[in-house]
């Protein structure tokens, strides 16, 4: 399912389990594919810095919204931020490469 999976929060790198993997991925690209003309992930790099979101989805960059961006963002920051050691979010970046 995921070839390369990088989750950096902080500017740290964060240890993950193939589940969260998982569920991070299937997510992500149930909001990306929502958007006009994208496709499934092949090769993600997503970052979030402050207020900002880029997103380089298969070589392209996606242009959001303000709303679209905050709901993106805001989706993000939730689930990371169960996981062990997270707090205060300030930047995070999913990569995602198969």
């Known amino acids: 399912m995921i070839g390369n999976f990088r989750l950096v ?4 790198a ?5 589940f969260i993997e998982s569920f991070v991925e299937h997510t992500l ?6 958007l006009k ?5 092949k090769d993600l ?9 880029k997103i380089n989805l298969n070589g392209e960059l996606v242009h959001t919204n ?3 961006g905050k709901l993106i ?3 993000l920051v939730g689930m990371v931020s169960t996981l062990q050691g997270v707090q205060d979010i300030k930047n995070l970046s999913i990569s995602v490469h198969k």
Do not use: F, Q, W, Y
């Open 9 to 12: 929060i902080n500017d740290k």
């Open 73 to 75: 963002k805001s989706t």
């Open 45 to 53: 790099d997503l970052t979030v810095k402050g207020e900002d979101i």
């Open 29 to 34: 690209n149930g909001m990306l594919e929502a």
């Open 66 to 68: 303000s709303m679209t």
């Open 37 to 41: 003309d994208t496709r499934k992930i």
């Open 14 to 18: 964060i240890d993950t389990h193939p």
